[in-house]
């Protein structure tokens, strides 16, 4: 795993570097960025099926899920104060789909 990421991250750099146009790498890799911080929110949805065939929320992270509504919901604000939208929209897709984990536990 330690290799791909080395390789993701190369190929990261040498697109910044090749890319004559530096608000579009910005721009890119901003969308690029965002859409893993939304899918890191989002991983432990995997479990959410097995949540709501057994009706125990034991296979859900609930002290990682709870940072994660702390971490993102600040960020939001954040993101909001300098009106930021790479900053706030993936931020707030994280809290929204983090506090509906957390819902889980108060429902299950």
Same mark, same amino acid.
Do not use: K
């Given at each position: 795993?330690? #290799? &791909?990421? $080395?390789?993701?991250?190369? +190929?990261?750099?040498?697109? !910044? @570097? +090749?890319?004559?146009?530096? /608000?579009?790498?910005?721009?890119?890799?901003? !969308?690029? %960025?965002?859409?893993?911080?939304?899918? &890191?929110?989002?991983? /432990?949805?995997?479990?959410?099926?097995? #949540?709501?065939?057994? *009706?125990?929320?034991?296979?859900?992270?609930? @002290?990682?899920?709870?940072?994660?509504?702390? $971490?993102?919901?600040?960020?939001?604000?954040?993101?909001? !104060?300098?009106?930021?939208?790479? $900053? +706030?929209?993936?931020?707030?897709? *994280? %809290?929204? $789909?983090?506090?509906?984990? +957390?819902?889980?536990?108060? @429902?299950?």
């Amino acid at each position: 795993r330690m #290799v &791909y990421t $080395v390789v993701f991250v190369a +190929l990261v750099q040498l697109y !910044i @570097y +090749l890319e004559e146009d530096l /608000p579009t790498a910005q721009l890119r890799l901003g !969308i690029l %960025c965002s859409s893993m911080a939304v899918a &890191y929110c989002s991983a /432990p949805l995997a479990n959410v099926q097995h #949540v709501f065939s057994t *009706g125990s929320t034991q296979a859900l992270p609930f @002290y990682l899920i709870l940072a994660t509504v702390a $971490v993102t919901g600040l960020w939001t604000v954040y993101g909001f !104060i300098i009106q930021d939208s790479f $900053v +706030l929209v993936p931020n707030m897709l *994280g %809290c929204v $789909v983090a506090s509906f984990q +957390l819902a889980l536990f108060a @429902y299950f």
